[in-house]
């Protein structure tokens, strides 16, 4: 679907958006460290995808009554709703993972942590840094450097923000969602029928803004929810067609992104990103065992959707969500780990969701796991782009 200027227009101050953003949010807070030194742990390594917390919106539409709401941060910035959530994320995951740093768990006061254990990506966007600043604030104890969090310049990012590193030939689907006449936009309205064409008048009558593509159809829909759920009053046009219409729409457009070849390709990079470490972790380097990537829900929904698992989640991944690789001894193994798939759906739950790895029986093999995947994995970024 070719973009209109005002189309362009608007995605080129998205990306300002998307590059601009919130102060960090500094505050510090005490944590706990509950489960350190309780067992032995099989834990050998774990990486960890998550998507950033509660955040402001990221746009408002031209006849938006609240276009003028001062958002603290401005738009798509970490709320301080949001601070927390990955504040106490961080003190769960450490409850879980503190046998991988932790050198010294006698004192939990004076808990020693070994940061060369530890590697940190984000993405470039603002709200990902804050988000992974406050994660690892109740993660571990100690002070740690700024420098610890390695932000991968957008324009080299080929795995966390979405769309990242520049991919004129797959990325559209990113900025244009699925076409209007996709099936799945069919089975809830068809944009051609009378009815599907009186909503669309509906919407851009009411919103200023005309649908030029199923994205601010995704955009419309994620405004309103945050708007609501910061105890904004919505307008009277909206009730009509928020649950019944926008909704829906949304959840397709997100699919279409996380299952899309632009997903796909990039979520093999990122896991290729993991296992190296992991393996090189096997081998006995002093490698970091602990990754963190900070990232977005639809970078979420393509490894969920290249792992082939997307079914035995609840959906969009929530703010502060995070999707686990754990590597683990098992005595049931000769000469391999076992890796598990785990699946953090809230950013409060201690119990995640552990994943059916598809094709490979628990106790998965890590090396099973990894040849499964083999031919799926891309060579080069740059060789998969090029026009
Ligand atoms: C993982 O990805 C980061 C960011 O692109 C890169 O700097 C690093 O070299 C990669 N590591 C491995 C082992 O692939």
């Known amino acids: 679907m ?40 099989t834990l050998k390594a774990v990486s960890m995808l998550f998507r950033h917390g509660d955040r ?46 932790s050198t010294n768990c006698d004192l939990a006061a004076t808990h020693t942590v070994d940061l060369d254990k530890i590697l940190v990506f984000s993405s470039s966007a603002q709200r990902c840094v804050d988000t992974v600043t406050n ?24 795995m966390l923000a979405v769309p990242g590193k520049p991919c004129p030939k797959h990325e559209s689907i990113i900025r244009t969602g699925p076409s209007l006449d996709d099936p799945d936009f069919k089975k809830i309205i068809d944009f051609e029928s009378p009815e599907g064409k009186e909503l669309l008048a ?32 919505l307008p009277a046009w909206s009730e009509a067609v928020y649950e019944p219409y926008l909704k829906p729409f949304a959840l397709v457009v997100f699919k279409a992104w996380a299952s899309s070849y632009y997903m796909e390709f990039r979520s093999s990079i990122l896991l290729r990103n993991i296992t190296n470490i992991f393996d090189n972790v096997i081998a006995g380097s002093a490698d970091p065992n602990i990754l963190l990537y900070s990232a977005h829900d639809a970078t979420i929904g393509g490894m969920l959707y290249f792992f082939g698992v997307w079914d035995q989640v609840p959906g969009v991944p929530a703010y502060a969500s995070s ?20 699946y953090f759906p809230s ?13 490979c029986q628990a106790p998965c093999p890590y090396k099973q796991f990894k040849w499964n995947f083999q031919p799926r994995l891309t060579p080069n970024y740059d060789s998969v782009c090029s026009t």
């Open 202 to 233: 509906y919407l851009e009558k009411n919103t200023g803004m005309p649908v030029f593509s199923s994205t601010v159809l995704h955009y419309l829909e994620d405004t309103l929810s945050i708007q609501k759920s910061n105890n904004l009053e």
């Open 56 to 101: 402001t919106p990221t746009l408002a539409y031209p006849l938006d009554p609240y276009r003028d709401y001062p958002w603290p941060g401005g738009f798509e910035a970490l709320s301080e709703k949001g601070a927390q959530q990955l504040h106490t994320s961080g003190i769960i995951k450490s409850a879980r993972y503190s046998s991988l740093f």
């Open 323 to 342: 999707l686990n690789l754990e590597l683990h001894e098992n005595a049931e193994i000769d000469d391999d780990y076992e890796v598990k798939l785990v």
């Open 347 to 359: 950013y409060n739950g201690e119990n995640p969701i552990e994943i059916k790895i598809p094709n």
């Open 135 to 158: 994660f690892l604030n109740g993660f571990i104890k100690v002070e740690w450097p700024s420098s610890l969090i390695n932000v991968i310049p957008l324009d080299q990012d080929e």
């Open 2 to 41: 070719a973009l209109t200027k005002f189309a362009t227009r608007n995605l080129i101050l998205l990306s300002v958006l998307i590059l601009s953003g919130a102060g960090s949010i500094g505050a510090r807070f005490t944590s706990g460290y509950s489960q350190c030194g309780k067992g032995k742990s």
